[in-house]
């Protein structure tokens, strides 16, 4: 399984995913689930991704490929609207290809959160389904998550609006994905978490984050202390 998020602020923009792929309990690995395509001082694009792992790692493969070519492809489209088509129509594509050479029941679908900016235009966020077709980010929400999402939202329901700082959406972010590792073994380490701020156009600040990281750990501490106080210190009820 899977959990990543994508947070689009009046500052920036936070991304952040977790690497385990499992395909049962014999068999678990690590990917990156996130991906980074820059121009420097022209564009700054970044996939997230999240479903059958041959189908993701296919549509990947094609758009890199095809950045040297001039057929469409991510550096040469004129807005992040027509980048997303551009990502819908290569999972149908593969989706298409990879489906009918088999008649199991395999899940080819995957799901895609791409987010960035072109230079001259706002920042974007979009969610990308199987099917190809997508959803835009508002400044009513924010942010999107794909894959194991149940565990990591309610944090991010209270938390999370579009002026909310950079770095307060870090912490929320990493606070939702510890939430998720916690719950669901299918999800974990070692994380890649990337900001990116308003009009930089590269990626700003890239972490990679394993089990050893000391900030990360020092926060689900704190926020784990910090629940465990909260409820005890909560009024009894009367039944």
Request: glycine fraction near 8%; charge should be negative; proline fraction near 4%.
């Amino acid at each position: 399984m899977t959990y990543c998020v994508a947070m689009r602020l009046s500052s920036g923009m936070v991304f952040l995913a977790d690497s385990r792929t499992n395909a049962g309990v014999d068999h678990i690995a690590t990917f990156r689930k996130l991906h980074s395509f820059c121009l420097p001082g022209e564009r700054q694009i970044v996939l997230l991704s999240s479903g059958n792992l041959a189908t993701t790692q296919s549509v990947l493969s094609l758009l890199r490929t095809r950045l040297g070519h001039d057929a469409p492809n991510l550096f040469n489209q004129g807005s992040f609207f027509e980048v997303a088509e551009l990502i819908g129509a290569t999972v149908r594509e593969v989706i298409n290809r990879d489906s009918g050479k088999q008649q199991s029941a395999v899940d080819f679908g995957c799901n895609f959160i791409l987010g960035g900016q072109i230079k001259g235009q706002d920042m974007d966020l979009y969610h990308i389904y199987p099917e190809g077709n997508f959803i835009q980010a508002t400044m009513d929400t924010p942010y999107f998550q794909i894959g194991e999402i149940k565990y990591g939202k309610p944090i991010i329901d209270r938390v999370i609006n579009f002026n909310t700082p950079i770095d307060h959406a870090v912490k929320c972010a990493l606070i939702s994905m510890d939430s998720t590792i916690r719950s669901n073994l299918s999800v974990g380490m070692p994380l890649d978490l990337l900001i990116y701020k308003r009009d930089s156009f590269s990626p700003s600040e890239y972490f990679d984050i394993n089990d050893n990281h000391p900030g990360f750990q020092q926060l689900r501490e704190a926020w784990s202390m910090g629940l465990r106080q909260t409820f005890s210190n909560l009024v009894d009820i009367e039944l």
